[in-house]
């Protein structure tokens, strides 16, 4: 059974850090590329992040590049989130996504977790 279960949200002040964790049952988790969108109250889902299987390059929501950062290890089937600088926009429910690259039906969602970045 596929799973994907994030882990690591919490209240947060403004300016602080905060690191997300993605632990994915998937296999072969390298066939995946993985990403993190967020969504907040009234708003629809973005994407924050994306890191890709093969070349592990990666993407950025223009609204937090040079504070996040997004990273994987292919070892222990886990991806990243580090939120640096967080802002009280950054709060939202934040979802952890895989999507293989050989079939694009076969795309996976966490349940969310929840950042609150307020003083």
């Known amino acids: 059974q596929v799973q994907l279960v994030e882990s690591g949200g919490g209240l947060m002040q403004p300016g602080r850090s905060l690191r997300l964790s993605c632990a994915a049952s998937?296999?072969?988790?390298?066939?995946?590329?993985m990403s993190w969108y967020r969504q907040a109250p009234g708003k629809e889902r973005e994407l924050v992040a994306e890191?890709?299987?093969?070349?592990?390059?990666?993407n950025y929501a223009d609204s937090v590049k040079g504070r996040f950062t997004i990273s994987r290890d292919n070892h222990e089937n886990t991806v990243y989130l580090q939120m640096n600088s967080l802002k009280p926009e950054d709060t939202a429910v934040y979802y952890c996504?895989?999507?293989?690259?050989?079939?694009?039906?076969?795309?996976?969602w966490g349940q969310g977790t929840q950042v609150t970045v307020s003083s």
């Open positions: 996504n895989a999507r293989n690259r050989y079939y694009s039906d076969l795309v996976f």
């Open positions: 998937i296999f072969p988790f390298t066939y995946y590329t």
């Open positions: 890191i890709h299987d093969a070349d592990t390059s990666t």
